[in-house]
């Protein structure tokens, strides 16, 4: 966005290079404003029309762009900056080369590198700690690490090949023109004032989709958070964030990331496993003194009230009787043998977020504390940021719905039967591989609609308009297009991940009629219930329980489809 705006003033005599930053200040002034009004009338309730085929389409744009940028970026260390000397000892056509050579194996040996630490955790070799270590901080580490590597080149090359970050501070003489903006707003001409509400509106627009989308996420009511959802305190700190930012010449600060939902999620699982550790222990306890089951539950009970500091609802009353039932239900069946703790209790255990405020005040304040690591931060080569945007682009595609169906495009019909052999989503069963194939190749035309916009030299800065374009259409024309259970199955947030089985044979073939299934006898599939916090998600992102095991889901689907035979 601030590309755009900075294309349009330099090309205005009467803004140019030296109001560019008091024209933007005056951007993020009308946002700010916006912002405020937005939070002010309660607008954010209008987040709930957003479905996943915008969140994934504007998903899908941002890789696109960050992998445009990582381009962009290789090809111009081939090439000399603008307003810099072409006739600088390390712009001859030699060290230029060099440069270029050294980019392209630092970006990429950075990319490689950082996509192989993400996967620590199933290597094979060095402790649990270490993997976890290396998976949950590599990419810095290889930051780290290429960056110290960069300084192995020979003492002859001139001191900038590789080329290195160039950022000055707010009290660095390069940034002294920061200062003035305040000053320098009032020389911007009125006609230049009310033209920055354009922008403005588009960035208002980008903020209140990407972080109420976040933080809609990271406050699901399936969560059972204790604290209420703050959507539009949110909204009203972020409009001050807005124009603290545009009144000292940077751009604005957008505070999704302690939004997200897998910080939301962390939390849960930390809370869930503290609250199966006890129980666990309560029944062992129980065990040893040879209680009967009945009892054993009343003891976990006991210690579930104890720990669990929620109110008593119905849902905590529901909790508990699912808990019941899981440890009666295993003296009833013979089959599960005696009840083990270990292993019957953990598809039964609650909801529940350790709620705190200490992590997103630590993002903060490292934040603010790398203002004072710049000096090291100057340090690190510029092809390492080419790098780096690749590896955010390419990491944020597993796990999106519209790009594992774009894969699925390609699979051959001899060969779809191979996804259902790993963990794959629902829909993959649920729904016709036509009905799957068509929304494919409409949400691919659609974003390629989106970012051509992005292609246009100055109503480009329009892009977000078609993202908001998308509550109508998903509404009014697409329930017309599909039917809606294959709608809901395909424009919901994510859907259970089931592990598959190789005994399953169903038909992914594109003339696949409306019957979801390629198998018709339930006997043919062998599934295990898939009850994990990150797999069960409503229409709208939200979690939600599921008792049912996905082979009598199956068995309802069928029903649903009139297409239900009874099993031999």
Known sequence: MYTYLYNFAKGKQALGQHLFLAWAGWVCTWTALLLFLLAIFNACVVINRFTRIAGETFGMLIAV???????????SEFKVPKNDDPNKAKYQFQWLYANGLLAI???????????????????????????????????????????????SVPSKVPSDVPRRLFSPLLWESES?????????????????IFAAFIPALMIAGLYFFDHSVASQLAQQKEFNLKNPSAYHYDILLLGFMTLLCGLLGLPPSNGVLPQSPMHTKSLAVLKKQFIRKKL?????????????????????QTVFIEIDSSPITTAVVKELKDLQDAVMKVEEDTKLGKFDPEEHIDAHLPVRVNEQRVSNLLQSLLLAASITAMPLIKLIPTSLLWGYFAYMAIDSLPGNQFWERILLLFVPSGRRYKVLEKVHASFVESVPFRSIAIFTIFQIMYFLVCYGVTWIPIAGILFPVPFFLLISIRQHILPKLFQLHHLRELDAAEYEEIAGSPSRAPSLNLREMDSGYGGSNEGEVTMCDAEILDELTTSRGELKVRNLSFREDRRTQQIYHGDYIQPE
Do not use: C
């Not at 630092?106 to 950082?114: C, E, M, P, R, V």
């Not at 192989?116 to 590599?138: I, L």
């Not at 222990?281 to 009967?292: G, H, M, N, T």
């Open 176 to 192: 002294a023109y920061h200062w003035t903006v305040i000053k320098d707003m009032g020389k911007v001409s009125p006609t230049y």
């Open 280 to 300: 666990v222990a309560s029944a062992k306890e129980s065990i040893k003194q040879k209680a009967s089951n009945s009892e054993i539950y009343n003891k976990m």
């Open 65 to 75: 762009l960050f992998i445009q940028e990582a381009v962009k970026g290789l090809v």
């Open 105 to 151: 194996a630092f970006s990429f040996g950075l990319l490689y590198t950082a996509l192989k630490s993400r996967k620590a955790r199933s290597w094979w070799f060095g402790t649990a700690r270490f993997r976890n270590f290396v998976a949950d901080y590599g990419v810095p580490l290889m930051v780290v690490m290429w960056t110290a590597l960069s300084f």
